[in-house]
């Protein structure tokens, strides 16, 4: 692995995982055959709107430009069982995600007291023009006057993407820029891209005008659960807890440079 501090808490990680191009190809295909509708659709005022599971509301006739959202990778919500070398898959993009982690806090150990856990990483996909404007991984959608339907994202501490294939190559478009510091990234596969989910790393992904991008998505999370009491390390199987984060990070910190 190699790494570079882009700015602003902004890290890339590069050849964190081998990327076999076809059984990306393979495995996405049969996930967008398993796609369920992840939107909500209803009316306001006259305006037909529809809502994501994270709880944020486009106009209907925006909804085409939305990325793609995979979130049942291993086809339990259907009951179709994927191939055994895309279960193997997704457990490396697990192992890669942590790997990286702990490179990013050598640089920044403070992120490691913030990452107590991480949701199961989804895919997002992007294709024909869409995109997503810029904004930051821990905003809250709500509306004055209203409950917020979904508070989850008051847990995100740190971003981390994980690119499946290559800009420029596999799609055209599609890049990460970064507004507060205008760095604009071209992903390459088997790279992490590693950065604060506050408003710091305020981010946006440019429009895919060609082919077809896809990311290995989760966040370093902590806090414990608002609505019951939950015990931190608990067992719960939309979790994954890294207990041994700090120690690790620190190890690697002794064992190489990491001054910004």
């Known amino acids: 692995m190699e790494s570079v501090h882009l700015g602003m808490g902004i890290v890339a990680c590069e050849n964190v995982l081998d990327i076999d191009n076809d059984l990306v190809t393979e495995y996405t295909s049969w996930l967008k055959k398993n796609e369920e509708d992840s939107f909500t659709y209803y009316e306001e005022d006259g305006v037909k709107y529809a809502r994501n599971k994270t709880g944020f509301k486009f106009r209907l006739d925006d909804i085409n430009l939305a990325p793609q959202r995979f979130l049942d990778l291993k086809g339990e919500q259907i009951g179709r069982a994927p191939k055994p070398e895309w279960v193997e898959f997704i457990q ?29 990483g989804h895919i997002a996909g992007y294709e024909d023009g869409q995109h997503i404007g810029a904004h930051c991984d821990d905003q809250i959608p709500w509306e004055w006057g209203s409950r917020p339907q979904n508070q989850v994202s008051m847990h995100n501490s740190t971003s981390v993407n994980l690119y499946l294939n290559e800009c420029g190559k596999d799609y055209e478009g599609g890049q990460m820029h970064f507004p507060n510091i205008n760095v604009e990234y071209s992903p390459k596969p088997g790279t992490v891209l590693i950065y604060p989910s506050n408003y710091i790393g305020r981010h946006e992904v440019y429009p895919v005008t060609s082919g077809a991008r896809y990311a290995f998505l989760t966040m370093a999370c902590y806090g414990v659960d608002f609505e019951r009491d939950e015990v931190i390390g608990q067992e719960n199987p939309y979790r994954i807890w890294m207990p041994d984060l700090i120690e690790d990070s620190k190890a690697r910190m002794m064992s190489g440079n990491y001054k910004l």
């Open 92 to 120: 490396k993009c697990e192992d890669a995600i942590y790997d990286a982690l702990v490179e990013y806090c050598a640089y920044f150990p403070d992120a490691a007291t913030t990452a107590w856990w991480r949701p199961k």
